[in-house]
T-cell receptor, first 113, second 113 residues
């Protein structure tokens, strides 16, 4: 089944403790991105990647890192999480960079205390 | 940069009635406008999209209209059913090299049986 898989689904952590949210897609998509969803703000892009070893900042990149060493994987790294990073996170992928449907994972709900 | 406003934030309709969700965008150069449906506990899923060279597109009970002059586009759902209850997001693409989708803030649609 074609899908984007994120793990974990739920994560509770404390301020400053490094964490990684994994994302993997099995559709051989070139383009991958991370979004955060907050009430009243919709989905905002954190980082995106157009291909292996090619990543760039989205609209809200502060406090996050990503890497794209393999085409299928695009982990999101929070080196020192803070409470304002409490949010619902989505990984997404698409076949092409432009005008191509985004396929989203089922989300990771992160709480930072 | 591009900005997308979406209204209403919540919408309650009786089963069988129509629902309309409206979005406006700021960048007249934007040329791709998808709509996503997010069910509880899941990631958003593309339901319909429209490109700027088309004024209307239909797919069974859903349709999207685009008015480039006024810079607004709308989602129309006819003969609503309880399974249409979800959060709907509109989006507009940037036309720079980043290919970002800028999302609206979302509309929570409730279809009352």
């Amino acid at each position: 089944e074609a899908q984007v898989t994120q793990n974990p689904r739920y994560l509770i952590t404390v301020t400053g403790k490094k964490l990684t949210v994994t994302c993997s897609q099995n559709m051989n998509h070139e383009y991958m991105s991370w979004y955060r969803q907050d009430p009243g703000l919709g989905l905002r892009q954190i980082y995106y990647s157009m291909n292996v070893e090619v990543t760039d900042k989205g609209d809200v990149p502060e406090g996050y890192k990503v890497s794209r060493k393999e085409k299928r994987n695009f982990p999101l790294i929070l080196e020192s999480p803070s409470p304002n990073q409490t949010s619902l996170y989505f990984c997404a992928s698409s076949l092409y960079r432009t005008h191509s449907p985004l396929h989203f994972g089922n989300g990771t709900r992160l709480t930072v205390t | 940069g591009e900005n997308v406003e979406q209204h209403p934030s919540t919408l309650s309709v009786q089963e069988g009635d129509s629902a309309v969700i409206k979005c406006t965008y700021s960048d007249s150069a934007s040329n791709y406008f998808p709509w996503y449906k997010q069910e509880l506990g899941k990631g958003p899923q593309l339901i319909i999209d429209i490109r700027s060279n088309v004024g209307e597109k239909k797919d069974q009970r859903i349709a999207v209209t685009l008015n480039k002059t006024a810079k607004h586009f709308s989602l129309h759902i006819t003969e609503t059913q309880p399974e249409d209850s979800a959060v709907y997001f509109c989006a507009a693409s940037t036309v720079d090299s980043s290919y970002k989708l800028i999302f609206g803030s979302g509309t929570r649609l409730l279809v009352r049986p």
